[in-house]
């Protein structure tokens, strides 16, 4: 139990153009689902918590109308990357916590894109 | 704010090796920790985790205590295996207030095991 899917696994898009990333849970209902991004041989840093049905929080330095989160069901979050730029290509992983759980998180096996 | 600070890697180790890799924490409250491992090419899995002072988690041979006296949370093995090779993360989880239980990552520590 207590999967999270994401998908596409890999993209490549050139830059300027828009590209969405989705994450699911599938066999469990999330009421807060987040968004993460890795460098290269560094740890994952927190873009935005996402609860369903409301505006997502995005951290400071993350900008909201580049990164767009859209969290519409307890199973589905999006992240939409706008405008893409080489400097945006990186490893984003998505979480997602569920209903009955106030701590644990369950992740996604990410999504690696590269913009051109 | 919170922050976790974890050992630089790489590790390297031969099989059966015995593996400590260090984590202490900063944080405001009384957070839950956790480590994480994520092996080449997949996402992150919970590896153990441990809620209170003095608990130690424990699952696949690994553990780890929580010892509010040190703020720390070391991670050990007694005899690792090649298929433990991976990046292993510590991580805090602590109620910014609003309910969310945000994760605070380390820099992560990549394990390698050679035969």
């Known amino acids: 139990g207590a999967v999270v899917s994401q998908h596409p696994s890999r993209v490549i898009c050139k830059s300027g153009t828009s590209v969405k990333i989705e994450c699911r849970s599938l066999d469990f209902q999330a009421t807060t689902m987040f968004w993460y991004r890795q460098f290269p041989k560094q740890s994952l840093m927190l873009m935005a918590t996402?609860?369903?049905?409301?505006?997502?929080?995005?951290e400071q330095g993350v900008e909201k109308d580049k990164f767009l989160i859209n969290h519409a069901s307890l199973t589905l979050s999006t992240l939409t990357v706008t405008s893409a730029h080489p400097e945006d290509s990186s490893f984003y992983i998505c979480?997602?916590?569920?209903?009955?759980?106030?701590?644990?998180?369950?992740f996604g096996p990410g999504t690696r894109l590269t913009v051109t | 704010g919170d922050s976790v600070t974890q050992m630089e890697g790489p590790v390297t180790l031969s099989e059966e090796a015995f593996l400590t890799i260090n984590c202490t924490y900063t944080a405001t409250g009384y957070p839950s920790l956790f480590w994480y491992v994520q092996y080449p090419g997949e996402g992150l899995q919970l590896l153990l985790k441990?809620?209170?002072?003095?608990d130690k988690g424990s699952n696949k041979g690994f553990e780890a205590t929580y010892r509010k006296e040190t703020t720390s949370f070391h991670l050990e093995k007694g005899s690792v295996q090649v298929s433990d090779s991976a990046v292993y993360f510590c991580a805090l989880s602590d109620d910014s207030g609003a309910g969310s239980y945000q994760l605070t990552f380390g820099k992560g520590t990549k394990l390698s095991v050679i035969p």
């Open positions: 996402s609860n369903e049905g409301s505006k997502a929080t995005y």
């Open positions: 441990a809620t209170k002072a003095d």
């Open positions: 979480s997602a916590r569920a209903v009955t759980s106030s701590y644990e998180q369950y």
